[in-house]
């Protein structure tokens, strides 16, 4: 088995006003080469950063701590970083936003050249053969070089950027949201397009979303993440079928399912700040089952095999 990610007590803050707010609070992770893992949770708590910080792209004012090591190179050490030779080589990132992603004065041909060029000094011949090729791979056909992006529907955009990903021959692929800003009727077609890609291509596939139902017909593995931890991590079916945190359950129950009627029922209470260190369980104030043992940070608890969960009533499990 070779691991192609593996975080160890990995955080990622940044100082706004004098204060520092810790977007990851310590992640423990470890990604199989090969595997597509969903990172799933409500906005703001630290899935894009985590996408960042695989991908080489944190901000240079950006904090770290702990360590990340891809295949055997460690890029975050403590405060030290080092992506030389790591970005558009061994990472590619497929951003949420394609239409502000893409620049409008580049046809797509252009964005291939530029972006072979500055990984593998490629040709302008060259880049629009390999062009060619991957768009084909993403059901997009050569007439699509001479557009510019604001000339393409927002599916196609998409499939634009999956491409340009593609095209670095990258090992490890992150989609950070890859169906928010397209139709309804076309998120399923991305996520089996990117399911069937990288089983096709072999890649390890990291998903950054809050879709649970979408993705999770793609995944090998779930993570929950909240207020910048991992919660409950695990394969897909176990995760699903056997929630063993209840904000893994209490986000099953506000998905709504194709074809089935059920009442939807939201999460009371706001996620703590992050500016703050916290003693006690980060989802204490809003969950339904605390005891006096969560006002002390609970251990992560082994489920079984591959499961594990951030909670002192994984066990027993009483939402269940």
Known sequence: MVLAIIMENLKVGYIIEDEVFWAIKGVDLVVEEGTTLCIIGESGCGKSTLASAITGILPPYALTDGKLK??????????????????????????????????????????????????????????????????????????????????????????????LALATNAQIL????????????LRLQIIELLGKLQKELKKTLIVITHDLLTTSTICDYIAIMYAGKIMEIGPREKVLRNPRHPYTKMLLETTPILGVKKQLKPIPGEPPSLSKEYQACLFLDRCPYKNRECYSDPQVQVIENSHFSKCWKAREAPWL
């Open 70 to 163: 891809l295949f055997d190179r460690i890029v975050i050490n403590g405060q030290l970083r080092n992506y030389n030779n790591v970005r558009g080589k061994i990472t590619a990132y497929i951003p949420q936003n394609p239409g502000t992603s893409l620049n409008p004065f580049l046809t797509v041909e252009e964005h291939f050249y530029y972006v072979l060029r500055s990984n593998f000094k490629s040709s302008r011949d060259f880049s629009k053969k390999i062009a060619i090729e991957i768009l084909s791979k993403v059901n997009l056909n050569s007439s699509v070089l001479e557009k510019y992006p604001h000339e393409l529907s927002g599916g196609m955009q998409q499939r634009v950027v999956i491409a």
């Open 174 to 185: 992150v989609a950070d949201e890859p169906t928010s800003f397209i139709d309804a009727h």
